[in-house]
């Protein structure tokens, strides 16, 4: 029985969840099972059309998945969590949805509201410790409302700024029957940005004599990376991309920067930072004397720690504003240049780091391979610390919508949950993990997923043997270092192999290369486990992250 908008249905709680659900593009849950939400599975299931269900090994992955899907389809999310420990084990990954502004709708099992306070199991009060990190978290007290609850939840989830939300639905809430209506899947608009202030901003770039930008994760949310190239074309502005706006700006568009970012603190006279907060990843919004434009898509996005021209609003109305400027304007013309010279400088510098013969393996060497295979429309997640920095310095990205890394909560132990998102939204693409081998173990039992729910990925383990991004600054700090190693060329490629994928191990720099071939070719999950140098340190300065 499909449920129609505005139609009136009598069901289950679970069914009336999944009902309103539905009509925001819900088509997929994450799970792992739990008695508590049995109504929702049934609901998957049985109505029409059904929900498809992917139940993990550790609700963290449940979490990380629906987060990484809602990323990259810009559809809500929709993890399903069973009571207590279910839903506190998806704690870090709802917080770093909460820090990403990922739409993501968390539905919790509880326990029965008719007993509370009298011991049921898994009884807890979810909805204090995730009201902190989500933009709404309630508890339902009638199956009636359940409807209208989701409802409101996801909406509130759409709405910028974004964020996860989470709908706690006691047992005898979810198993009882009841008649309700399901409301329409209305999302309220962004707001409007003011047009005077959209003008001003504009002027500041075009007088600017140096101007360049920044666009990150709300930007592709927002849906505006057209209107995101048109504003840099007209005003002629390098820019650089972050978190998920990386390849709203292909990587080769000549505007593109990505290896100048000390510029912007040390040549940039105007530095326009459009949908992504002004945190440790951009030096908390200094940047030596430039002055700071910030473009966010809501009011809760001014920044209060340092003084910005701020213009608040839907991001596609501000940019495309910003493209249709045509005041006064200063040439930017020799400035674009002297960036682009730079880029090409510096990208020639790289590479004989990514053709590096040495052995150990330098990280460097497994991107040098990984960039002559990976489509344009590759999907690349990150997870890890070292390994992955060189991620973001050396995948260029050419699609909006094809990257997925921690964002500034920094969680490891995104890999599995992202990764399984990813092919999920991508059935036909090249899906790679970049794993450290420390981040690995936080999730690397759900490539059982992948393989019972048959998600060909491949895994890219980076293995230093260590925790390389810890162990390096302890020993900085201290001269020694202490619970930053672990085992010397583990077998993480024999675990996926056990669980029914396959993978290898790599000792020769010369066998990266044809072992990613292997990967990609296979068709199942499969871990490439790179033996690399536990000497290597990740060159830190500005990260964009
Ligand atoms: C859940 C979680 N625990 C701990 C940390 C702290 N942390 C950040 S990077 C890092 C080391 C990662 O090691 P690995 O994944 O092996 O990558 P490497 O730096 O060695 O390349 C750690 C422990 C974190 N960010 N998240
Ligand atoms: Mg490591």
New binding site residues.
Partial sequence: MAHDSGTTVRDHGGALALAALRLFGVDTLFTLSGGHVFPLYDAAVKRDPPTRIVDVRHEQTAAFAAEGHARLTRRPGLAVLTAGPGVTNGM?AITQAYFNGSAVVVLGGGGPQARWGSGSLQELDHVPMLAPVTKLARTVAAVEDIPAVVHEATATALTPHRGPVFVDLPIDVVFAEGEAAIPPAAVPAAAEPDPDQVAAAARLVAEAERPMLVAGTDVWWAGADAELMAAVEHLRVPTFLNGQGRGCLPADHPLAASRTRSLLKTEADVVVVAGTALDFRLSFGRFGSATVVHLVDSDEGRARHVDAVTVAGDLRRTLAGLADYDGPRTDHESWVDSVRDLEAAAAADEVPLLAAAATPILPTRIYGELRKRLDRDAVVVCD????VSYAGKYVDVYEPGCWLDSGPY????TGMGYAMAARLAHPDRQVVAL?????AG?SLMDADTLVRHQLPVVMVV?N?G?????KHPMQALYGYDVAAD?QPGCRYDQVVAAMGGAGETVTDPDQVGPALDRGLASGVPYLVNVLTDPADVYPRSSNLG
């Fill in positions: 870090s890890g610390g070292d390994f920094g969680c490891l132990g794993l450290g081998d420390g981040a936080f980076g230093n260590i925790w390389g991004l810890e672990l």
